[in-house]
């Protein structure tokens, strides 16, 4: 069929129409709107001054599978706490040393907080069951505390002894801080944790405390202190701080 001039002209002007709109779509710009930042904390890594740095206490549990980790002397330019404890299992069946590890995040930091950490695992599916890692000789324990204008990261090695291993070794030491303490324990069946601290206790003056915690009361006789920069108060419990000038 014999399609008209004017049919020609009028299906000329549609087909041109049609792409220029499809040109216009094809070539359609967005502009991107600024991303609004709010309540965002720095990740700067800052320090923390010697008197707003916290103290750390790292206790055993009489059965020496639980250790309640309480940190005091939180400032309160601190909004969030991470701690993460990694310790480490001599597993005898294959004579080496497993690592595992328990940690969390604190988003309600108040001036003090306590945490108690498992050294193995639980499944409370059905009533609690728990399976303890036994054999634990020390590890490291990490804080990271987040304030408005960066985070602070403390990271302390930690040993983990019994009674009887300070009697076998004649006391207790920090081979990563290169501290060690000479002495007996008249305990018998008591857990001792020996770390480096981030804070100091209350009215002390000093460069580094080092500080022994336990179940009991660590009565004792401490011989000796090196290097001999490092004292403590009472030579008659091996648990408190020992304090480097």
């Known amino acids: 069929m014999k399609i008209s001039n004017h049919k020609q002209l009028l299906l000329a002007a549609i087909v041109i129409t049609s792409s220029l709109f499809l ?3 094809g070539k359609k710009t967005t502009t991107a709107k600024p991303t609004l930042k709010t309540n965002v904390q720095s990740t700067k890594t800052i320090e923390l001054s010697p008197q707003d740095r916290p103290y750390i206490s790292l206790t055993p549990r009489a059965d020496g599978h639980l250790l309640t980790l309480k940190i005091d002397n939180i400032p309160s330019s601190v909004t969030q ?14 004579n080496q040393d497993i690592e595992k590890g328990v940690g969390d995040t604190v ?38 505390l987040m304030t408005a204008e960066g985070q602070a990261v403390f990271e302390s090695p930690f040993v983990f002894k019994s009674s ?13 801080e290169n501290i060690t303490v000479s ?17 100091l206790p209350k ?6 405390a080092y500080s022994i915690f336990s179940n009991g009361t660590g009565a004792g006789k401490i011989s000796s202190i090196s290097p001999n920069t490092v004292t403590k108060s009472s030579i008659t419990s091996i648990v408190g701080d020992y304090l480097a000038q």
Do not use: Q
């Open 107 to 144: 988003k309600e930091v108040s001036k003090s907080i306590s945490k108690d950490l498992l050294l193995g695992t639980e499944s409370c599916t059905n009533g609690c069951k728990y399976s303890y890692d036994n054999g634990v000789n020390g590890g490291t324990l990490t804080l990271t």
């Open 203 to 208: 009215g002390i003056t000093a460069k580094t």
């Open 23 to 25: 040109t216009a779509c």
């Open 164 to 176: 009887a291993d300070i009697k076998k070794e004649n006391g207790i030491s920090l081979p990563a």
């Open 183 to 199: 002495a007996t324990t008249t305990t018998k069946s008591d857990f001792f944790v020996m770390l480096k601290n981030y804070g």
């Open 81 to 94: 706490l991470d701690y993460e404890l990694i310790y480490t299992v001599h597993d005898p069946a294959t």
